[in-house]
């Protein structure tokens, strides 16, 4: 096999991207990560590093208010304060080394850039390949969106980094979110767009895509944004060896643009430029220039394929009897780094009887066809429902088991037989949260799957929210990758603490990036053998 091609991760999280690009063929330089909890996961799977049992040789905090003795103080720290902290590692960092850096981008593009010999030598190095998910809060279409806020300008600092390192290509994902517009002053903006202007700004030239894990047999109905960009030099090359110039050229046309309007960058708008979606333009994507379609909609992965065979949580699993094709395929592209023979992050969490039986009405009504769903979920949350709507509805309840308790609150599942007993048992299990419903069987995931308490299994017998596992397998992760860290958090918490649950709704799906780590070194091989 022919060398392995370097990389730099930023933004990397608990360890989703990288996971991808090392089983890709690419070979870690450092990370960088700013929640210490995330890094705790990245370092022991991805450098075979444990934080909390001794002082790690292979993670280094760019700012902490603690020594580097004090390591159960940093793995707690809030890395919003940390960077105020004397404390900093920096003079151990070297690039002989994998190693994890934990602290703010911005502090790290502040450190590179005062530091011309560091600089230097990761320009020396030829870097293959700069990837990254920056924060996706700051273009979420839930989140708060103002152009200078100082989390939206986190892909500009990834941009700002680039320019300094010099690799040969830059892969940077991110969520829908940021296709969509957003107002500011009375002006509109997009955010993929500004952030392909700030690339090209720095010598790449980007080519944007939008993609779905669901396409490259992930469990889950994941839309993300992913835009690739190649250094001009190597741009050029790639452009010499594609007979389908189509792209590059639309790609090159924007670059072009962007760079003699630097002073104007208004005047380069959203006519100038486009992204290309496997929804509309599935023949985009054969592995030339944008990644290759593994599945399609009859191949899909369903959670069933992806869960069904770890649905229990009351018993141990041992990984080397775990059989199935999906999870079988997973354990086969990620190979075990860790020594764990049982599967780990499986425990349940505990539920009252009202979340239980709120959560198998949710598993009966995302069985319902013909609006009946929408006529259910009216009725569950006390909106006015027909005495025709609630005739029919009463007849698919029938067909299914409810969860009830009796007077001596011993629970029980029953079928309905009266709309009334229906209602009855909603006004026993209210809530104010209507976001949540039930997985479907036999279809992949939605993406929704950074609130835990959004989402319930599928099965009967198991009327309760996914484990950290669960969701680990629906994100594509292999079955020895460990999460660290607690588990939830909440109150004031959330703000800062990135714990297990976070951990996986945040990632990048590893077989996601594996398929963009493919695609990315064999388009730099290419030009590689042609010269």
């Not at 001596?408 to 009266?418: I, N, V």
Request: proline letters at 4%; a positive charge; aromatic letters at 10%.
């Amino acid at each position: 096999m022919s060398k392995k091609l370097k990389y730099i991760e930023l933004f990397s999280g608990c360890g989703g991207m990288s996971l991808g690009l090392e089983n890709a063929g690419f070979d870690l330089v450092f990370a960088n990560e700013l929640s210490p909890m995330a890094g705790e996961t990245y370092a022991y799977n991805l450098l075979s590093n444990s934080l909390s049992d001794n002082e790690s040789d292979k993670v280094l905090w760019l700012g902490s208010n603690y020594n580097r003795n004090n390591i159960e103080s940093r793995l707690r720290e809030n890395p919003f304060e940390a960077e105020k902290g004397g404390f900093s590692d920096m003079e151990l960092f070297n690039i002989e080394d994998k190693k994890l850096l934990i602290g703010n981008v911005d502090l790290l593009l502040e450190k590179i850039t005062n530091n011309e010999k560091i600089q230097k030598s990761l320009v020396e190095l030829d870097v293959d390949l700069i990837s990254g998910g920056p924060p996706c809060q700051s273009f979420s279409l839930a989140g708060k969106r103002i152009k200078n806020d100082s989390k939206n300008l986190l892909p500009l600092s990834f941009a700002r980094l680039t320019g300094l390192i010099r690799p040969k290509a830059v892969l940077l994902e991110n969520v829908k979110g940021i296709t969509s517009p957003f107002k500011e002053e009375g002006n509109k903006y997009y955010a993929w767009l500004e952030v392909s202007k700030a690339f090209s700004l720095e010598g790449y030239v980007p080519v944007c895509m939008m993609l779905n894990s669901k396409y490259f047999g992930v469990p889950q109905n994941r839309p993300r944004f992913i835009l690739q960009a190649f250094r001009e030099d190597i741009f050029d090359r790639i452009f010499k060896t594609e007979v389908n110039k189509t792209i590059l050229k639309k790609s090159r046309t924007f670059y072009n643009l962007v760079n003699s309007n630097r002073e104007e960058l208004e005047n380069v708008t959203i006519k100038d430029f486009k992204y290309y979606d496997i929804e509309n333009e599935p023949e985009c994507f054969d592995g030339t220039l944008l990644p290759k379609i593994s599945h399609f909609e009859k191949s899909f992965i369903g959670v069933n394929e992806a869960i069904g065979d770890i649905r229990r949580t009351d018993i141990d699993y041992i990984l080397e009897d775990m059989k199935g094709s999906y999870i079988e395929s997973l354990n086969e592209s990620f190979k075990n780094k860790n020594e764990n023979n049982v599967l780990k992050n499986h425990e349940p969490r505990t539920h009252s009887f009202t979340i239980k039986s709120r959560f198998r009405f949710y598993q009966v009504i995302s069985e319902f066809r013909n609006g009946l769903k929408k006529s259910a979920t009216e009725l569950f949350t006390g909106k006015k429902v027909s005495d025709e709507d609630k005739e029919k509805l009463i007849k698919e309840f029938s067909n299914y088991n409810l969860l009830f308790r009796d007077s001596r609150k011993e629970e029980y599942y029953k079928k309905p037989k009266t709309i009334k007993e229906v209602e009855k048992l909603i006004d026993s299990i209210p809530t104010k949260k209507h976001s949540q419903r039930a997985l479907k069987e036999f279809e992949p995931a939605p993406a929704q799957l950074t609130i835990p308490d959004d989402i319930c299994h599928y099965h009967i017998e198991q009327p309760r929210t996914l484990t950290v596992r669960e969701m680990a397998r629906i994100q594509s992760f292999p079955d020895w990758f460990e999460f660290k860290s607690k588990v939830t958090t909440g109150g004031k918490m959330r703000k800062f603490e990135v714990p297990q649950y976070t951990q996986v709704g945040n990632a990048v799906p590893p077989l996601l990036a594996l398929s963009l780590g493919k695609n990315i070194r064999a388009i730099l091989r290419k030009i590689e053998k042609n010269g």
